[in-house]
């Protein structure tokens, strides 16, 4: 298992830009696959983008293909999420989630998750 806590949420205005965080416990981040889901009030969660071990691969739902972009740095155990051109409807609760061995596509059975944060996109 590993721990993980996201931060960088906030309040930001349409056409805008946030960069999310996602800081993972322990000595064995390279070994998990990593993604990023969300959920809009009454709304189901939904998958937003997944990278691999390396960070050599990566999957983005067509909703934010173009606009977010996810990347990682294993030395700092931190994945993030840079969301461009953010519209209202990108505003949801963020999680992080992570994957031993997985390959950061919707598809993985996504075992570890965050806490979240709350990001809010006003018009």
């Known amino acids: 298992q590993v721990a993980l806590v996201e931060s960088g949420g906030g309040l930001v205005q349409a056409g805008g830009s946030l960069r999310l965080s996602c800081a993972a416990s322990?000595?064995?981040?390279?070994?998990?696959?990593m993604g990023w889901f969300r959920q809009a009030p009454g709304k189901e969660r939904e998958f937003v983008a997944g990278?691999?071990?390396?960070?050599?691969?990566?999957s983005y739902a067509d909703s934010v293909k173009g606009r977010f972009i996810i990347s990682r740095e294993n030395t700092k155990n931190t994945v993030y999420l840079q969301m461009n051109s953010l519209k209202v409807e990108d505003t949801a609760v963020y999680y992080c989630?992570?994957?031993?061995w997985g390959l950061g596509r919707e598809t993985d059975p996504f075992d570890d998750w965050g806490q979240g944060t709350q990001v809010t996109v006003s018009s």
């Open positions: 989630a992570a994957r031993i």
């Open positions: 322990g000595r064995t981040f390279s070994r998990y696959a």
């Open positions: 990278i691999n071990l390396s960070g050599s691969s990566t």
